[in-house]
């Protein structure tokens, strides 16, 4: 046992989201509950519901479980029945959100008292059941903000978004409210979640991680493999295909440049309606989510990355995808709000341009300056592979988070309620 663990710990981390999800937030809380399992010898036990992001349809392996059991790397996961909304909407968030909190509320995992409850944020649920957990232990809460559901709602753009943007702020005061201390990913929640009431001085910046390895193939081998001659530029789009992402922007780039070759890969809510919008372009290619094996290689195969975001959103919090993309070394074009965090890593990187959201003349214009000059490109892209390894580095982002779970438990009251 090595120095600092302590003997017969016993952890509890509820996501909604966990492996074997590839995207958003299930990989890191995955990493996050193997590594203390490896690394501390805890015992771990995960609160999760059944796998359905990014596709938003429930993993086949699990369709009909109300709760199921199981062993995966050292770790218990609980999971639990809840309705999975194939079209966004507020009534229908609102609806997930709560069969996620009956289930968990109802049926509890089976475990003995847990030192610890660590919640990945921005599952409303997630949170009170957490927060509602450690209560009932008297011991240290910490919830993990990776975003937030009342401003996503606010900017989302779904039905009753707006309406729904007071209530889920409401929830989420109640749930930080009683943290004994609170993690955000990026410094660009800080102010939003001050506002909900959380003092500043029990706030502290855990960033993500690459949690992802490498590109290990040569890219001209995965790039005949995926049937993309080279002399044409590719831009690819990995991960979720939703509301908050506009992607209708890469849709009518390809239409403005059809030199270009735009790839979504991926899946969501908003798959088959971009299906239908790249009707009759030859230039737009659609791909189901890679590998893990393969997802590195076929990053590394494109041109050029992209992340977006529609206009109307504030974008405060940093898109899995983007660590990713740093490690891929390729450059990266975000047409994102130039105030927001992913804009705010691409400075500091340097590892991509910067367009406004929603102008595909300004983000075809970005793709041709980067295929008129390849050697600029790949400086970016090495830019960007060498901030991942000095900054996001998964060895870093696990300390991080677990020197966290240490001092929330030393500044714990030994007995009181969270």
Do not use: C
């Amino acid at each position: 046992m090595s120095e600092g663990v302590v003997a017969h710990e016993r952890l509890l981390l509820v996501s909604t989201n966990y492996a074997p999800e590839q995207a958003g937030i299930g990989p890191y809380a995955a990493q996050l509950a193997e590594h203390w399992a490896a690394e501390r010898q805890a015992e771990v036990h995960v609160l999760a519901g059944m796998p359905h992001y990014p596709s938003w349809r429930v993993d086949p392996a699990y369709r009909g479980k109300w709760r199921s059991v199981d062993s995966r790397a050292g770790v218990l996961i609980h999971r639990r029945r809840h309705t999975v909304p194939p079209r966004q909407t507020a009534a229908r968030r609102a609806l997930y959100e709560a069969t996620i909190l009956a289930h968990g509320v109802l049926a509890p995992p089976r475990m003995g008292r847990p030192d610890l409850v660590l919640a990945q944020v921005p599952s409303l649920a997630g949170g009170l059941l957490a927060a509602r957990l450690a209560k009932r232990h008297g011991v240290p809460y910490l919830p993990i903000v990776q975003d937030l559901m009342g401003a996503a709602a606010e900017q989302s753009g779904i039905s009753g978004g707006g309406r729904a943007a007071g209530a889920a702020a409401a929830v989420e005061r109640r749930m930080l409210r009683d943290a004994t201390l609170v993690g955000i990913i990026h410094d660009s929640f800080r102010d939003r979640v001050t506002a909900l009431g959380v003092p500043e001085d029990r706030i502290r910046l855990v960033p993500n991680w690459s949690h992802v390895a490498g590109p290990s193939a040569p890219r001209r081998e995965t790039r005949a493999r995926l049937g993309w001659p080279e002399g044409r530029p590719v831009l690819l789009h990995s991960g979720n295909m939703g509301l908050k992402q506009g992607l209708e922007v890469l849709v009518e780039t390809a239409r403005h440049a059809p030199e270009l070759r735009v790839v979504l890969m991926g899946d969501g809510s908003q798959r088959g309606r971009l299906v239908e919008l790249a009707a009759g372009l030859p230039n737009v290619d659609f791909l189901p989510p890679a590998s893990d094996d393969e997802f590195p290689d076929v990053l590394a195969a494109a041109d050029a990355l992209v992340v977006t975001q529609r206009a109307s959103v504030l974008d405060m919090s940093l898109p899995s995808k983007l660590t990713s993309y740093f490690v891929a070394g390729r450059p990266v074009i975000a047409s994102v709000a130039a105030q927001g965090g992913t804009a705010q890593e691409i400075r500091r990187s340097k590892a991509g341009t910067l367009v406004p959201p929603e102008d595909p003349a300004a983000l075809a214009a970005a793709a041709r300056e980067l295929a008129a000059d390849p050697a600029a490109a790949d400086a970016m892209g090495a830019r960007g592979a060498d901030y991942a390894r000095t900054h996001l580095s998964r060895a870093a982002g696990l300390g991080r988070v677990t020197a966290l779970l240490d001092e929330a438990r030393a500044v714990h009251p030994r007995g009181s309620s969270a």
